[in-house]
């Protein structure tokens, strides 16, 4: 049995983390999610002004091998790992979530999304070549069995130090 709060879900037994002394949050997030997008901000904040004791993993949400119609979410995650690999998620995180929602630039499709990246300073030849590589592909299905792990239902979806689940909803929102 599993104990609920209604602001959190405690994991029992507790997950092992791969932060060491540090505390762990593993953020599950959806490029295209609205949610996630309003949550950014809010999370940046507490982060930036946080204890240096917090380490802060992100995890983009990849669906089920089996789920139909979701490759949109499996590109938002070949960008995210792809952006990391190269040295440029810090960077370009937020302007991927901006330039979504907010301009309208349709990031989850491959060829408006090589476009953009080589506009925003990323090797086109590398960012495609490291797209398509088998390690982006490894850690798409290490992200699909850390959602299993958790099981994460809902993003964005909080992770704290393997013992704790939220989500926005649980939570009552994103502040």
Same mark, same amino acid.
């Given at each position: 049995?599993?104990?609920?709060? &209604?602001?959190?879900?405690?994991?029992?037994?507790?997950?092992?983390?791969? &932060?060491?002394?540090?505390?762990?949050?593993?953020?599950?997030?959806?490029?295209?999610?609205?949610?996630?997008?309003?949550?950014?901000p809010?999370? +940046?904040?507490?982060?930036?002004?946080?204890?240096?004791?917090?380490?802060?993993?992100?995890?983009?949400?990849?669906?089920?091998?089996?789920?139909?119609?979701?490759?949109?979410?499996?590109?938002?995650?070949?960008?995210?790992?792809?952006?990391?690999?190269?040295?440029?998620?810090?960077?370009?995180?937020?302007?991927?979530?901006?330039?979504?929602?907010?301009?309208?630039?349709?990031?989850?499709?491959?060829?408006?999304?090589?476009e953009?990246?080589?506009?925003?300073?990323?090797?086109?030849?590398?960012?495609?070549? +490291?797209?398509?590589?088998?390690?982006?592909?490894?850690?798409?299905?290490?992200?699909?069995?850390?959602?299993? +792990?958790?099981?994460?239902?809902?993003?964005?979806?909080?992770?704290?130090d393997?013992?704790?689940? &939220? +989500?926005?909803?649980?939570?009552?929102?994103?502040?």
């Amino acid at each position: 049995a599993v104990p609920k709060s &209604s602001e959190f879900l405690r994991l029992n037994p507790p997950r092992p983390v791969a &932060s060491g002394e540090k505390i762990e949050i593993i953020e599950f997030f959806y490029y295209g999610c609205p949610v996630c997008y309003e949550f950014q901000p809010h999370l +940046t904040r507490w982060l930036v002004q946080g204890p240096n004791y917090i380490s802060l993993r992100r995890v983009p949400s990849v669906p089920a091998e089996s789920a139909e119609g979701l490759e949109g979410w499996i590109r938002f995650a070949r960008l995210h790992y792809t952006l990391e690999a190269l040295g440029h998620v810090t960077r370009l995180h937020w302007p991927v979530y901006d330039n979504f929602h907010f301009d309208g630039v349709q990031l989850n499709e491959e060829k408006t999304m090589i476009e953009w990246v080589s506009k925003n300073g990323v090797d086109r030849e590398k960012f495609i070549a +490291t797209y398509n590589s088998p390690e982006i592909k490894a850690k798409l299905d290490e992200a699909r069995k850390l959602m299993q +792990t958790y099981d994460i239902r809902a993003v964005p979806s909080i992770v704290v130090d393997g013992k704790f689940v &939220s +989500t926005s909803r649980m939570a009552g929102g994103t502040r």
